[in-house]
């Protein structure tokens, strides 16, 4: 069983530039969820996706999008960057759908995004 | 801010006991976490708690909660070198978690 894997791990990126993250997640789990951690704080949520559609956002303005592909990886995108979006860039899966899973979530190693 | 809050620092010597507290939110969560991240990863699963319970161990963990106050505490019992890291709580009244700040935990020897 693999466990949830992102890619790139680093990249650095021009402000007003786009960037794409993937993920792919854990065997069996169905709902992805990506979260922003800038240095020295905690991770924030940023939205999650179920069943190729997005089922629940944070508080992040719409340059901050997202896919589910039907084998449940899933990207997200960033237009317009920057200088504060340089962050960690976490993606974690979960089963069920939407129902309470009590491990929470299994995490990527995350991608590192600088915005220059 | 965090709603979730936590204890920014905190320094142990080798082969003591670490105790990590945290303060949630949400009293509706069902569900609440403690992650550790170590430089460079991402989020590893330490161990959780069900909102009906006080206490749970684990091996060298020991999770205590008190629903009345939105308390939680991490203690971490014979601390190693490798568990310095970062420590998250969080807190999970609905699709999402909410973390804290996170704990640094720095082990001396």
């Known amino acids: 069983e693999t466990g949830v894997t992102q890619s790139p791990t680093h990249l650095i990126k021009t402000r007003g530039q786009q960037v794409t993250l993937r993920c792919s997640s854990q065997s069996g789990h169905n709902t992805v969820s990506w979260y922003q951690q800038a240095l020295g704080q905690g991770p924030q949520f940023i939205f999650q996706?179920?069943?190729?559609?997005?089922?629940g956002r944070g508080n992040f303005p719409p340059r901050f999008s997202g896919l589910q592909f039907p084998n449940y990886s899933s990207e997200l995108n960033v237009n317009a960057l920057e200088l504060d979006d340089s962050a960690l860039y976490l993606c974690?899966?979960?089963?069920?759908?939407?129902?309470?899973?009590?491990?929470?979530?299994?995490f990527g190693s995350g991608t590192r995004l600088t915005v220059v | 801010g965090e709603d979730v809050e936590q204890s920014l620092f905190l320094s142990v010597r080798e082969g003591d006991s670490s105790v990590i507290n945290c303060t949630y939110t949400?009293?509706?969560?069902?569900?609440l976490y403690w992650y550790k991240q170590e430089p460079g990863a991402g989020l590893q699963l330490l161990t959780y708690?069900?909102?009906?319970?006080d206490m749970k161990q684990d091996q060298r963990l020991t999770v205590l909660l008190n629903k009345k106050d939105k308390h939680l505490s991490l203690r971490i019992a014979d601390t190693q070198t490798g568990d310095s890291a970062i420590y998250f709580c969080a807190e999970r009244p609905d699709y999402k978690l909410s973390f804290g700040a996170g704990t640094t935990v720095t082990v001396r020897a």
């Open positions: 708690i069900f909102s009906n319970m």
């Open positions: 974690a899966s979960s089963i069920p759908g939407q129902g309470v899973n009590i491990y929470g979530y299994t």
């Open positions: 996706y179920y069943r190729e559609e997005e089922n």
């Open positions: 949400d009293s509706s969560s069902t569900y």
